[in-house]
């Protein structure tokens, strides 16, 4: 820099010079002298591997007043109309034309370049995984410390210094993130596969960690399970666009996070509506949701649940069988004055709008498919095992019924979050990334960002634009 800044010197002095009419050279002159000394400062960064822009942008600008200073020297040495204007007035105004030409065009040289590197700067990810492994664990080792097991992850680079990589480590995973992009902007490509990418390398070098991958378009989805192949790392794959996918049945689990969890999707694909149909729909959908858990476990599905809703002689008979396994219970009084009391048939015209909706998910042959039988996600093992989940809701051919699914997916994650044991410097790093997030996202979504960080759980939640959450907050009902 210093280098650079005593050539630029040297090049202002000899513009002031010639300006004053004090010294002026021959045109190859300041051509000459200028490339003999550019070329000396590229050597000594060459052969010194140093990488500074600034200096760099100097030493432009300063051959910028060189070839000034030259075409100054043209037009003084060539001007042959002296009795209309002097040979120093027409060398002093190429000076000040050519002067103020070439610094615009430096200024805007530099705008350009930034924006370039702002928009490019993360380079998209290679496709050879070797090569990918090589490049960096490079970078590994320019940003993290010696013989550490800390977690890292190259975002980019900065725009000042290539050989600076811009890092996420540390507490700072746990911080959550938004990726806001528009459509075809590169977020995916540029951001998170090539994070998904760096974390799958460490984990194939034995650091503990869990992923969970979220998206509604497939390729991503396709992308990370390519990476997982490549480095033989297990995991599990649900595509209901996939004959090799394998399945979810968003009723397994723990009783209370089920029935929640089921409440609250159906309510938001319930829209706005009536508060007191919004209040009996609910209710039908919790208490009988509650019922078949309690009944049968995690041996149940969706179907069962529209099935119960639809017949009410079934409804019936089994709230009969759980009397017998536990006697009079709130739930079974409830559903006996509720469901099935005076109002029996009232009740069933007005859950007319919960069944469509169950029946909209559940007579989706490719959803069904993959949402009832023995479900291969157990979210609990899931995290203690620093498992692998890829999950494609393939929002193109199932529409809002994928959006569903990934709700219900979502919900499971969440409340899975926070009965991880352990403390949070035993808990191994979970990171959770969610493509297009505002199409899976819930009420709970506050609790999740506020206390999943104590759980070790990292939200990388990417977005089309702020205003998608915006309105995405104004139709979301509260939590009960």
């Not at 610094?103 to 928009?119: D, F, H, L, S, V």
């Not at 190259?154 to 806001?180: A, C, R, Y």
């Not at 949402?371 to 809002?400: C, E, P, Q, W």
Request: aromatic share 10%; hydrophobic share 40%.
């Amino acid at each position: 820099m210093l280098y650079a800044g005593i050539v630029f010197c040297m090049a202002v002095t000899g513009v002031i010079l010639m300006f004053q009419t004090t010294f002026i050279p021959a045109p190859l002159f300041p051509l000459g002298i200028g490339g003999i000394l550019v070329i000396l400062f590229y050597a000594w960064k060459w052969w010194k591997k140093m990488h500074n822009p600034k200096a760099s942008r100097l030493l432009m600008l300063t051959m910028t007043l060189w070839l000034v200073m030259a075409l100054g020297s043209l037009a003084y040495q060539y001007w042959q109309w002296e009795q209309m204007v002097s040979k120093a007035f027409m060398m002093r105004l190429a000076i000040v034309f050519f002067g103020m030409a070439g610094i615009y065009a430096n200024i805007m040289y530099i705008r350009a370049e930034k924006a370039y590197r702002q928009k490019r700067g993360n380079q998209r990810i290679t496709e050879n995984p070797e090569k990918g492994y090589k490049t960096y664990k490079k970078h590994f080792k320019q940003s993290k410390r010696k013989n550490s097991d800390e977690l890292v992850t190259v975002l980019g680079h900065s725009i000042e210094q290539d050989n600076l990589p811009i890092v996420w480590k540390g507490k700072d995973m746990f911080t959550h993130m938004l990726v806001v992009g528009a459509t075809r902007s590169g977020k995916t490509a540029s951001v998170l596969e090539p994070m998904i990418y760096q974390l799958l390398l460490q984990k194939k070098q034995g650091k503990n960690l869990g992923l969970s991958v979220v998206e509604p378009k497939g390729e991503f989805a396709e992308k990370v399970k390519d990476f997982c192949d490549e480095m033989a790392i297990p995991y599990i794959y649900v595509d209901p666009t996939s004959p090799h996918t394998q399945k979810f049945n968003p009723m397994e689990g723990n009783v209370e996070d089920v029935v929640e969890g089921t409440v609250i999707v159906l309510r938001g694909l319930f829209g706005k509506q009536d508060a007191f149909f919004a209040n009996v729909q609910e209710l039908a959908a919790r208490n009988v949701t509650r019922l078949l858990k309690e009944l049968k476990g995690d041996d149940t599905d969706l179907m069962e649940v529209l099935e119960t809703l639809r017949d009410f002689t079934l409804l019936q008979q089994r709230t009969n069988e759980l009397r017998m396994q536990q006697g009079e219970t709130d739930l079974i009084h409830s559903i006996d004055n509720e469901l099935l009391g005076s109002m029996a048939e009232k009740y069933r015209q007005f859950v007319i709008g919960l069944r469509a909706q169950l029946e909209n998910i559940t007579s989706n042959e490719l959803l069904k498919n993959i949402m009832t039988g023995k479900s291969d996600v157990d979210v609990d093992a899931h995290f203690a095992n620093d498992g692998v989940l890829i999950v494609n809701t393939a929002l193109g051919t199932l529409k809002k019924a994928g959006d569903a699914f990934g709700q219900f997916l979502i919900m499971h994650l969440q409340n899975g979050t926070f009965r991880r044991p352990g403390t949070e410097d035993t808990r191994s790093p979970h990171f959770m990334f969610i493509d297009e997030y505002k199409r899976y996202i819930n009420p709970q979504v506050e609790i999740f960002l506020s206390l999943a960080a104590s759980y070790k759980v990292s939200g990388i939640l990417a977005s089309q634009s702020l205003g998608q959450w915006k309105w995405k907050q104004a139709t979301s009902a509260p939590v009960p």
